[in-house]
């Protein structure tokens, strides 16, 4: 019997949130972008600079993607990695990839959490914060000059 991971926040591409991100309806801080995917700053992060990488085409979970996309999606989320530790000054990164409600996916579109830590918080659960638009500005303009580097 196949399994389908239960996936209540499931909406239509024209009101998926990262869809809009992606066809520039709704606004984000871009810090990446290429043909097939696309890394923005998430809006309620664990830390400064968490970044989710995410496919410009619309998929549920990562059971809705070909595995050489899926290898791809990594290799380009360990880009966006390295710049990130770099811009933010981290100790240490984590992924994070849910899939469907119970494992906490919140947007119904396949993503990567790129969440920078520091030492300090080594061992504690992290809850997300709140930082101004100035601030996510400033954090995406200096991952996108580490990305260019």
């Known amino acids: ?62 059971w809705d993607m070909k595995e050489a996309d899926i290898a791809e999606l990594f290799k380009v989320a360990s880009k966006v990695s390295k710049a990130v530790v770099s811009a933010m000054g981290a100790d240490g990164f984590r992924f994070v990839q849910n899939n469907g409600e119970a494992a906490n996916q919140v947007v119904a579109h396949v993503h990567v959490h790129v969440i920078p830590v520091k030492m300090e918080d080594k061992g504690r659960f992290v809850e997300r914060k709140r930082f101004t638009p100035e601030e996510m500005s400033a954090a995406a303009k200096t991952i996108r000059s580490e990305m260019s580097e």
């Open 1 to 62: 019997m196949k399994r389908i991971a239960f996936s209540s926040p499931t909406v239509g591409r024209d009101e998926c949130i990262f869809c809009r991100i992606i066809s520039r309806k709704a606004p984000a801080n871009i810090v990446y972008e290429d043909d097939k995917y696309v890394a923005f700053l998430d809006t309620f992060p664990f830390s400064r600079g968490h970044t989710l990488v995410c496919p410009k085409e619309h998929g549920e979970t990562i």
